[in-house]
């Protein structure tokens, strides 16, 4: 079974610019998280998706960042425009859903803005 | 708003000596706790759980943990370390119900030392 895929990998853009992130879940998975990961801190929530539904999106900075779940399958997380304060590693989980199931993470793209 | 509380941001230990990590999370009518390692440039990847049950959890590689609805912890060990458990370890708490996030503290780094 493939695991959660997130690409690109890495990602080095300038400030101002525009930069769009994609995470694939695990199939039938319904839960889909977003995290922000810094430099040897633990992972923050960003947003989690029930199927296609933002059910929690309050640590979500607005005023940059957007995300969607098309169909309640693949996700894109997106930051208009970059600042150098956005430098971290996002990374994506999935989760069958219900209240008690683990997540599953990707391997996260880190993002370096200059 | 729930909250995890990792009180050791470094544990540097030598091999073959045990070794425990320290997690205590808000308090909550019901909550399951993880344990996740993260090894340089990967994914977080689960160690083990709690969702309810015996108390003593044991996980993968060795590793098992205490869950003492008391004191609010959830302590991880390890009887004998090994070079390759060098890794960060993060803490995580979903509340029970189904608008629970999942939340994490904020690592706890294990050095083990030959």
């Known amino acids: 079974e493939a695991g959660v895929v997130q690409s690109p990998r890495y990602k080095i853009i300038e400030k101002k610019q525009p930069v769009a992130f994609w995470c694939n879940p695990i199939s039938g998975h319904n839960t889909l998280y977003w995290y922000l990961q810094n430099l040897g801190q633990g992972p923050e929530l960003l947003i989690r998706y029930e199927n296609e539904e933002a059910v929690d999106d309050s640590q979500l900075p607005k005023d940059r960042f957007s995300a969607e779940r098309l169909k309640g399958v693949d996700s894109t997380l997106k930051i208009q425009p970059a600042e150098l304060g956005d430098s971290a590693v996002y990374l994506c989980a999935s989760s069958p859903g219900g209240i008690n199931t683990e997540a599953f993470f990707g391997q996260g793209t880190r993002l370096t803005v200059v | ?114």
Do not use: M
Not at chain 2, 14 to 37: D, G, I, K, M
Not at chain 2, 43 to 57: A, D
């Open chain 2, 1 to 114: 708003a729930q909250s995890v509380t990792q009180l050791d941001s470094q544990v540097p230990v030598f091999e073959e000596a045990p070794v425990e990590l320290r997690c205590n999370y808000s308090s909550s009518v019901s909550v399951y706790l993880f344990w996740y390692v993260q090894y340089p440039n990967q994914g977080l990847q689960l160690l083990l759980k709690y969702l309810s049950g015996s108390t003593l959890v044991k996980g993968i590689n060795g590793f098992e943990a205490e869950f003492n609805k008391s004191q609010t912890s959830f302590h991880l060990r390890k009887p004998s370390v090994h070079i390759s458990d060098t890794a960060e370890y993060f803490c995580a708490v979903k509340n029970g119900g189904s608008q629970g996030n999942l939340i994490f503290g904020k690592g706890t780094k294990l050095s083990v030392k030959p």
